[in-house]
């Protein structure tokens, strides 16, 4: 145990490990083995008993200890056949919140039947991932410690198994590319008007099409010709359309409030977001920077707007 903690936190060692991958599969080149204190202590015991056995000329004390040779000797490849050909792949990862304990999705893929594997960020103290069993294909979470709003690229990943005698403990280290993404605090507004936060769309209608203009996007076959933005045809010989607003359809614009500070401020659209998501109602989300989400509904839409939410710089 003490070498892999020693070659754990050297940072030549952990170079080889510095080029991310999505999915890893245990083999010969990723693999690492070796006796752990009960092995070593079983290997003392086996040399002990041949010198007791040569020296006293007792031929059952030399057996016994060529029989614990070949138990330490099956156990060396059985060590690390309990992980050879295991496969690894790091899941498109949920949305974490700050101050909040992260998990990390991992899928297993295994065609044979393998025990005891324990997993863990390197450098992290938060609660192992201890599985007793993997067999076809399996998803679990690893867990790590809280973080600060942003996008993350995850630490190193470390494994072991020691099944199964535990005589020898089997590793290998995995450096995933997903990134760990962390949104501001949920933090409910507790002033009684949301107008900072939420607005419904108002205007008067154009060309029978909508309300309020809100972005030009690429005209296709079959639109209204009344929607086509001719002044940007003019300028650029492609046809764009306008997309409006319907004040009808009770769609909030989330708003961010500038009379806070800015991770107060975050912390509050952010709940709002989350809380329109679970109603089940369409919104936008209007930054500042110019950074505007057009509405939409459901978790693809939810997890973009977080995402803008935990990558946003003033």
Not at 80 to 109: D, T
Not at 263 to 292: A, T
Request: aromatic fraction near 16%; include cysteine.
């Amino acid at each position: 145990m003490k070498l892999m903690q020693f070659v754990s936190n050297k940072k030549w060692f952990l170079r080889r490990f510095s080029k991310r991958s999505r999915s890893i599969k245990l083999g010969y080149k990723n693999l690492y083995v070796f006796p752990n204190k009960f092995g070593f202590y079983w290997i003392f015991s086996s040399i002990l008993l041949f010198i007791l056995g040569t020296n006293l000329e007792a031929n059952l004390t030399i057996v016994i200890s060529y029989l614990m040779s070949v138990v330490i000797f099956i156990n060396l490849f059985l060590a690390h056949f309990n992980l050879h050909g295991l496969e690894i792949y790091a899941e498109p990862q949920e949305i974490n919140f700050a101050e909040s304990p992260i998990k990390y999705n991992l899928k297993f893929k295994s065609k044979i039947l393998r025990n005891k594997i324990l997993i863990k960020f390197i450098h992290d103290n938060s609660p192992p991932l201890k599985i007793q069993k993997i067999e076809g294909v399996m998803f679990k979470s690893i867990n790590a410690k809280e973080k600060l709003r942003g996008v993350y690229y995850p630490e190193i990943i470390y494994g072991k198994s020691s099944a199964p005698m535990s005589l020898f403990n089997c590793w290998f280290y995995w450096n995933p590319e997903e990134k760990i993404i962390v949104a501001p605090k949920l933090i409910p507004y507790v002033n009684k008007s949301f107008e900072t936060f939420k607005s419904e769309g108002k205007g008067t209608s154009k060309n029978g099409i909508g309300d309020e203009f809100s972005y030009l996007k690429n005209y296709r076959k079959g639109e209204s010709k009344a929607s086509i933005d001719w002044k940007s045809f003019s300028k650029t010989n492609k046809l764009s359309s306008k997309e409006f607003m319907n004040s009808n359809s009770n769609i909030k614009i989330l708003k961010l409030n500038t009379n806070y500070p800015l991770e107060k401020s975050l912390q509050f659209l952010c709940y709002e977001i989350n809380k329109e998501f679970k109603n089940g109602n369409f919104y936008s989300l209007d930054i500042q920077n110019g950074l505007f989400i057009k509405e939409g509904i459901g978790y693809k839409h939810y997890r973009s707007c977080l995402i803008s939410l935990a990558n946003f710089k003033k």
